[in-house]
């Protein structure tokens, strides 16, 4: 087992990157509560994501955009996504990224109604094939 001590707080590092225990002093002003350390303890199990880059089309941008931020609401129905997210870069450049638990749910979301329905829209709104990459996720805040 590795431990890490950052400032105050103290990180634990026990089974690989997907589960880190992050120890902390509670928010001020929350009480006490009789025997205990008067810490939170937070497990962190998302160790995997998908960053999805997206150019599209001169004059689609906002076309495109209307489309992710659609995307939403599927996000929202996956169980297996922990975190989504929809941004700009530029007027052409989109993107998406999202976090999982394990590669079970990283696969089915990759197999879901999001990348169905960008399959459906993506040669009207963009400018080339999507840019998908998996990522590791090595810490969060």
């Given at each position: 087992?590795t431990?890490y001590?950052?400032?105050?707080?103290?990180?634990?590092?026990?089974?690989?990157p997907?589960?880190?225990?992050?120890?902390?002093p509670?928010?001020?002003?929350?009480?006490k509560?009789?025997g205990?350390?008067h810490?939170?303890?937070?497990t962190?199990?998302?160790d995997?994501?998908l960053?999805?880059l997206?150019e599209?089309?001169?004059?689609?941008g906002?076309e495109?955009?209307d489309?992710?931020?659609?995307?939403?609401?599927?996000a929202l129905a996956?169980?297996?996504?922990v975190?989504?997210?929809a941004f700009k870069?530029?007027e052409?450049?989109y993107?998406?990224f999202?976090?999982?638990e394990g590669e079970?749910d990283?696969?089915?979301h990759?197999?879901g109604?999001?990348p169905a329905?960008?399959?459906?829209?993506?040669?009207?709104?963009?400018?080339s094939d999507?840019?998908i990459r998996?990522?590791?996720?090595?810490?969060?805040?």
């Amino acid at each position: 087992m590795t431990r890490y001590v950052i400032g105050p707080d103290v990180a634990k590092h026990d089974a690989g990157p997907s589960r880190t225990t992050i120890r902390r002093p509670c928010c001020a002003g929350e009480e006490k509560v009789e025997g205990t350390d008067h810490e939170r303890t937070f497990t962190m199990t998302v160790d995997r994501g998908l960053l999805a880059l997206l150019e599209a089309q001169p004059g689609k941008g906002e076309e495109l955009a209307d489309f992710l931020r659609q995307g939403r609401e599927l996000a929202l129905a996956e169980s297996g996504t922990v975190t989504w997210y929809a941004f700009k870069l530029s007027e052409t450049t989109y993107g998406i990224f999202d976090t999982f638990e394990g590669e079970d749910d990283r696969q089915a979301h990759l197999n879901g109604q999001i990348p169905a329905a960008l399959g459906q829209v993506g040669p009207d709104l963009l400018a080339s094939d999507p840019d998908i990459r998996t990522t590791d996720i090595l810490a969060f805040k």
